[in-house]
């Protein structure tokens, strides 16, 4: 049986910077991941080399399959959700609806999950993507992902522009998602790790420097990796 998600020891240059360095690691089934560490540490670069969006020495199997080789194959598995919105001149009904019915997934399932998020469908469904503020494309990347329900959904910093009211209802749609769907994001939040996955991935310059249990890694790496929320001006005071 192969694990969901095989990471062979990648490698990856971008001229003189080493992005990854040697990357290998497991993800099964059901599993729920976090890749942290320092801006710069590889963290994207990994999720990008997990959906096959960047060349990379080594190899990714995804259910035994090569995303390099075969990404059409390999990429069923997956539902990714960018650290930056493409920057797409399609209308938001029209995207959703052509994402999700390649995947034999009813389109108002999207919408649904949106209006969840805080967004107004009616009002943004004409849109073009590229158009909409930053948090309302995180909310719409989001919903897609979401409602495709991959076996596999990988977000690199979901929350990141999303506002206070939209978070907690996000937190509650990944936990929804069916008990044998795996998870993997990044993330610069130690409230969004915490509530999310079982197991962190600490990068440091294109390198593993941790991987356990979430409460160990959490507590082992260093205060630096977050972003500092409200009220909490050390970037210490918030609870794993
Ligand atoms: N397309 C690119 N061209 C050149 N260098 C790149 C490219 N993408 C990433 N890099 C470099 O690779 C390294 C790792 O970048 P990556 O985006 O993976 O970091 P990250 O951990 O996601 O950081 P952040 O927390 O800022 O999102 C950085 O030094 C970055 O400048
Ligand atoms: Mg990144």
Redesign the pocket.
Known sequence: MHPLVDIQAVSKR??A?Q?LNQVSLQIGAGERVAFV?A????????LRALVGLVRVQGRVLLAGVDVAKSPEIALRQVAYMP?VAPPLDVPVAELTKTILSLRGVAPDRASAIARQLGVDWDQVKGKALRDLSGGTKQKILAAVALASQAPLLVCD?PTANLDAAARDPFFELVRQRPAGSALVL?S?RRDEVAQLVDRVVE?SEGVVLRDGPAGEVLAAAGSALWTRPQGSPDGVEVHA
């Open positions: 971008y001229g910077v992005a560490g801006n710069g540490s590889g963290k994207s670069t990994l650290q910093e990044c610069h990068l």
